[in-house]
């Protein structure tokens, strides 16, 4: 119990400690304690609690009722005047939207603890630990402090590429931190009033860090992220008021021990659905889901290390945390579902995850790519989640994990590559093979596991499929089977660009900064440790996790893969691993000019061209925007995702009115 | 993991004789292709020839990179093909595939020569085009024999009742047998690569590729001409030693088939491949599957 509040607070307290320190030389220090106590911490209480065995399987926790009181009020007193900021600041910049969304949702909540019975209800666990939220601890704790540390070399880059602008980065570091601080609560939280309190403040923490530059640019996507995030903050405080005015409970568990009641006796409970819907809805919101993607590619005018946590740690995989969560009272049943959460979650994830694999095709910008794909992989995990399968949760639950790991790596990497070859464009990265060959080997190695065989986002993708094919998931196994195709088309083409090797390059790479370095080859190291134990992690971890999760279910119902399979997997990497130490770039054989129609100036660079003149040869890629233009894609997300949500909260319309004529008749609402 | 006596010989055939099956089927593709053009054609073993005379030249490449990814392709080939006559799952198969296949885009992308850029582009774009429906396909045979492990489809499944997995599947069979003229590399989709002089930028994706190496290549489009056509013969199988037969006749009639097409059309922009490819795999792939959801339910 004491760890869990120190592991919340220390990474508050150091956030704090930033808030007051103006120097860089003494940030650094402040910064690497910070980032080691919050990693071990992490670790402590995964061990603690016992996360390879089968001891942390839902527990629960509460607090002492007088502390509970006091944080209660503390949290909301902290809510209302977070609520005044974003209010004035939506004066300031003059965004409506942003002052009425906050000045719906903030009183609601406030008039439902003090005066529409919240505060009577009494919540006898605020804290949850599974594995499934040690997993995400050690997600925040390694993955997000690994950031942290990056961000102290990447940021001094950025502040002399940004000359002349006021340093801002005590501002900076105070918000990483806190984020951290908070999606810890978020993780842990069993009372949705608590994770209703972090998940707000994650909202407002990605607020400042993409409007840090205070550009226009960085301030109007700021704004839409707030916008976005709070539209789902809204349907979180109206799940939170409708749960607790008519189950009069607040708790994650009760919630879903309610709703599996129901559901296994067959009378899906109306309230509790809409709850659920409700609470899924915060979540896609949160996770930049479609129509919600623009905030997180918006979200790329940040420093890079903002997108690594956005991307991969943080905020997006609260979203689908959330929705996770909830995945026992999802699931559908043939076409007739619609309506049904389920229906909703999944439909919305696998259109997400074909729309946003087929606008990477035509991006150029290495950032939007890496978005893109954050997003569909994130469509894959909320529809793995809405088909409410153990199979289903198994994959959402390993694409977590790997997604994590490698989209950080990937979003560093490319981080480093703007710094030193003054450019994301991925057009820019030919032949970085000879500029920065270390960096190419681990973009490599990131891309390869973001798609391919054997490595470990391939594996969830796999098993994923085969869920939704168990579970007559048909029209998700379609998006599948084409995103899929689409996602090997681009990043296929990024690993050619970066596996060129372009002649008379020149090796730059001792200018990048010793963290940078190390905190990369950390994301190697866990790539791979990751891809080589994955079936013991799934043996030990997440399977006696599903077990508890959906009561009463056999192992062979939660693997996709077989055993087999995966030693398969794990064989193959392996051989992937081990081939180019043995192989790669070993030849005797003569080198000789590569072939430009007979007329190569004999530098590989230049060829003779019409006239007799030398023309320099330029290599460009294939965006094929006529096929795939981001812009019909969106509009194509935008329409159908927006039917569905139509018809699935129509359903709940339809229960408000329902609910409406029971407390005249004389219901429980007494 | 039980190992079954069949999957062991599967595996060893298919080591041993796969690149000697395959390299017979391309000197026959050869041969029929010269008939179809009125011409007599080279002897049958004429691919070997070319082999034995490729790794005989002199060994060049234009960096030292490239050998490694067409060696990695290769072996890959093989895991693949390997994988597959031992019994493994599809999807895996399928993965290890497209794994293959993307060392050797690296492969051409790596030299940094336009020529060999386009191909591999164009290759790209061919995997991107076929995959889907070579997943359905995976997707139909598990629906209809409730396994993906091939050893299990072999003995067709206990939903199909004792059919062959084709009876419910001819959308999908029709859908796979049209995306293999991509992964035959048969005109109209032979974008990255072709057989055929008169219609090739450079060698497409093997421009730069010589000698040795080419040899590599040319052995690993053996062993996966041969794995490519198992899928055709598992749309026939119920574990009866005769469908087996007919499994055996059924592919051989489709490479001619294949041959023909090849024969029959000039080469398709990179536009009409992908669209049609990808119409084809919804108008008779997903719709099988759809069709085969709802009416049968057999899921």
């Known amino acids: ?670 | 993991m039980t190992v079954s006596l069949y999957a062991v010989i599967g595996l060893a055939a298919y080591l041993i004789a796969g690149p000697f099956v395959g390299g017979w089927f391309a000197g026959v593709d050869r041969r029929i292709t010269a008939r179809m053009q009125g011409r007599f054609g080279p002897p049958i073993l004429q691919p070997f020839y070319d082999v034995r005379k490729l790794i005989e030249k002199e060994p060049v490449t234009v960096n030292g990179g490239q050998d490694f990814y067409v060696m990695c392709f290769l072996i890959f080939i093989i895991i693949t093909g390997g994988l597959f006559f031992f019994g493994q799952n599809l999807l895996l198969v399928i993965f290890t595939l497209t794994t293959a296949n993307l060392f050797l885009v690296i492969g051409a992308y790596s030299s940094n020569s336009p020529y060999s850029q386009i191909g591999a582009e164009r290759e790209l774009l061919q995997m991107m085009a076929y995959e889907p429906m070579v997943l359905l396909t995976a997707v139909g045979l598990y629906m209809t024999t409730g396994s993906f492990n091939i050893s299990d489809i072999m003995l067709g499944g206990a939903l199909a009742g004792g059919a062959i997995p084709l009876k419910y599947l001819i959308g999908i069979f029709a859908g796979y047998l049209f995306i293999l003229t991509i992964k035959f590399r048969k005109s109209p989709f032979d974008l990255s690569l072709s057989h055929h002089a008169h219609q090739e930028l450079v060698k497409g994706v093997t421009t730069e590729f010589s000698g040795r190496t080419l040899a590599l290549i040319e052995i690993a489009h053996w062993y996966e001409n041969v794995f490519l056509l198992g899928f055709i013969f598992l749309f026939f199988q119920n574990g009866t030693w005769y469908m087996a037969l007919v499994g055996v006749v059924v592919a051989l009639a489709c490479y001619f088939l294949e041959i023909f097409i090849d024969n029959a059309f000039a080469r398709m922009k990179w536009q009409f491949t992908l669209k049609a490819s990808w119409l084809v795999t919804i108008t008779f792939g997903a719709a099988n599957l759809i069709l085969l959801y709802y009416f049968k339910g057999l899921m």
């Open chain 1, 1 to 670: 119990m004491e760890t869990i509040i120190v592991l919340i607070l220390i990474p508050l307290v150091i956030a704090l400690a930033l808030l007051f320190i103006r120097h860089d030389a003494a940030r650094r220090p402040v910064v690497f304690i910070g980032a080691i106590a919050t990693a071990a911490l992490s670790v402590v209480l995964a061990v603690q609690q016992g996360i390879w065995s089968d001891a942390a399987a839902n527990m629960l926790w509460s607090g002492e009722t007088e502390s509970a009181e006091i944080t209660g009020y503390a949290m909301m007193g902290i809510e209302a005047a977070l609520a005044i900021v974003i209010f004035v600041l939506g004066i300031k910049y003059k965004k409506a939207l942003a002052c009425i969304l906050v000045a719906v949702q903030c009183p609601i909540l406030i008039w439902f603890e003090l005066f529409g019975g919240g505060h009577e209800i009494e919540v006898k666990n605020n804290i949850c630990i599974d594995q499934f939220s040690l997993i995400m601890v050690l997600i925040i704790g390694v993955i997000g402090t690994l950031i942290c540390v990056y961000a102290v070399a990447y940021m001094k880059d950025f502040q002399h590429h940004h000359e002349g602008q006021p340093d801002r980065r005590w501002w900076f570091f105070f918000l990483l931190f806190l984020f951290l601080s908070a999606m810890f609560g978020i993780v842990l939280s069993n009372n949705l009033i608590y994770m209703y309190f972090f998940w707000e403040i994650t909202t407002l923490c990605s607020f400042f860090l993409i409007g840090y530059t205070k550009t226009d640019e960085a301030v109007r996507n700021s704004f839409r992220a707030l916008i976005m995030n709070l539209l789902g903050g809204l349907a979180f405080v109206l799940a939170i008021v409708l749960i607790g005015k008519s189950y009069g409970t607040l708790e994650i568990d009760q919630l879903i021990q309610i709703g599996v009641t129901s559901k296994s006796a067959g009378q899906p409970d109306l309230i509790i659905n809409s709850v659920v819907m409700l609470l899924c809805f915060a979540g896609i919101t949160k996770a930049a889901q479609m129509p919600f993607n623009s905030w997180l590619l918006g979200a790329m005018v940040a420093p890079t290390p903002t997108s690594a946590l956005l991307h991969s740690s943080t905020m997006v995989k609260a979203g689908v945390f959330l929705i996770v969560k909830m995945s026992p009272l999802l699931g559908v049943q043939g076409i007739l579902s619609i309506g049904e959460p389920g229906f909703m979650v999944m439909m919305v994830g696998g259109i997400t995850f074909l729309l946003a694999s087929f606008s990477a095709v035509t991006q150029s910008n290495a950032k939007r790519v890496l978005a893109y794909s954050t997003i569909a992989n994130l469509g894959l995990i909320v529809a793995c989640a809405g088909i409410g399968t153990p199979e289903g949760v198994w994959a959402a639950i390993m694409l977590i994990i790997f997604h994590a790991v490698t989209k950080s790596l990937l979003f560093l990497s490319v981080g480093t590559a703007e710094h030193n070859i003054g450019s994301r464009d991925i057009e820019d990265m030919d032949g970085l093979f000879g500029r920065l060959p270390r960096l190419a080997v681990f973009m490599i190695i990131g891309i390869a596991g973001m798609f391919l065989a054997p490595f470990g986002m391939l594996i969830s993708k796999w098993a994923a499929l085969q869920s939704f094919v168990d579970a007559g998931g048909i029209w998700v196994v379609l998006m599948i089977v084409f995103g899929s195709a689409v996602t090997l088309f681009y990043w296929g083409k990024w690993l050619g660009k970066l596996t060129a090797i372009v002649a008379a390059r020149k090796n730059i790479q001792d200018k990048v900064h010793g963290e940078e370095w190390f905190v990369l080859a950390g994301h190697i190291v866990l790539v791979i440790l990751i891809s080589l134990s994955f079936p013991l992690f799934s043996g030990n971890v997440i399977v006696p996790f599903i077990k508890n999760f959906f009561t009463g279910v056999s192992e062979e119902s939660i693997l996709a893969l077989s055993g087999d399979n995966m030693i398969i997997m794990v064989v193959l990497v392996c051989v992937i691993l081990v081939l180019p130490l043995l192989f790669y770039g070993r030849t005797r054989k003569r080198i000789v000019p590569l072939y430009m129609g007979g007329a190569n100036e004999g530098d590989n660079l230049t060829f003779l061209g019409a006239m007799e003149k030398d023309v320099p040869v330029s290599l460009r890629n294939w965006y094929m925007e006529g096929v795939f233009g981001e812009k019909l894609m969106n509009r194509i997300g935008l329409i159908s995702t927006c039917i569905i949500f139509a018809i699935s909260f129509s359903f709940v319309a339809n229960l408000a009115y329902q609910v409406y004529r029971y407390v005249q008749e004389g219901g429980v609402f007494s």
